[in-house]
């Protein structure tokens, strides 16, 4: 199971407002250079964005769609990415402490990943959650600034 977690000293409402945040989202997910709103108000259900991966001088475009969203704590995304098939990407957002828990679940549904889905290719997923959630620290973290909605101790 490509299952990964990470403490982000922000809180679940900073959190949110850069997953809420199409123009944030290359960002944060590892492998994307650029995203843009196609469909919807992000991230309402249903809505999408595209996004493109750059790769040398290879690029590719793929697709991500809300499947189930529950703000400011859970969002479960279709990633579509061509010739790759697709996957599903939860991600939940929970309070810890004045903080925030951060857990991502991806799993391949179909196409050439879900066909060749194991334990390897968790493996390698696992380390592109590891990079992930720790883009998307700094960006929450960056945007949250000194004076944010934090409690200073």
């Known amino acids: 199971m490509a299952v990964r ?3 982000i000293h922000a809180t679940p409402r900073q ?3 850069v997953l809420a945040d199409t123009s944030r989202y290359a960002d ?3 492998g994307t250079s650029d995203s843009r709103a196609t469909r919807g108000l992000w991230p309402e259900l249903g809505s999408a964005l595209e996004y ?3 790769i040398g001088p290879w690029s ?3 697709t991500t769609v809300v499947r189930h969203v529950k703000a400011p704590a859970e969002l479960e995304l279709e990633v579509d990415s061509g010739p790759l098939g697709t996957a599903r990407v939860a ?3 929970r309070p810890w402490g004045e903080e925030s828990l951060v ?3 991806e799993h391949p549904l179909r196409g050439f990943g879900g066909t060749v889905h194991n334990a390897a290719v968790d493996a390698l997923i696992q380390l592109r959650h ?3 959630l720790a883009r998307l620290a700094d960006v929450v973290e960056g945007s949250a600034g000194a004076g944010s909605d934090r409690v200073q101790a």
Do not use: P, Q
Request: proline share 0%; glycine share 8%.
């Open 103 to 105: 857990k991502v679940d």
């Open 60 to 62: 590719g475009a793929g």
């Open 91 to 93: 991600i939940e957002v």
């Open 52 to 54: 493109t991966v750059r």
């Open 5 to 7: 977690h990470h403490v």
């Open 28 to 30: 944060w997910v590892v």
């Open 130 to 132: 590891r990079s992930m």
């Open 15 to 17: 959190v949110w407002a």
